[in-house]
């Protein structure tokens, strides 16, 4: 799959994915389920995975034998700059806690299965 496809593919994916956290923070807007910032925790991973996943795509085409450690590379580092994003954004705003620990593990479990989806299908059409 070309670059192309897929950033049209995961635009839509982010539009979706905010237009449901809009509404369910129009649906239930005092019952506290997203952190002041969300938007910057949202914007800050799906930023990494797409940068991830064109670090991971180029590393394939350019020699498919290293595909598979280009991808586990790419999902290290991904992990690497979102734990320091905990890091830095839970030193900044300490009072949060749970909804944040929500917020972000689940737009990070959401990215990083979309984008592992699409690298693993990348990886089966090598085989044929």
Known sequence: MSIVR?????TGFCIV???FITILQAVFPDA????DKFWVIFCFL???TYIAY???DLGIKK???VGVITIMASIAVKMIF??????IYSQNRPQLGGIFLIN??????LFTCFELYWLLRNLRHQNK
């Open 46 to 48: 799906a930023g990494i």
């Open 63 to 65: 020699d498919p034998e």
């Open 104 to 109: 972000f593990f689940s737009l990070y479990l």
């Open 54 to 56: 064109v670090t991971a």
């Open 82 to 87: 979102s734990m320091a994003f905990v890091l």
């Open 6 to 10: 897929f950033s049209i593919l995961y």
């Open 32 to 35: 506290g389920l997203f952190v």
């Open 17 to 19: 994915l905010a237009g």
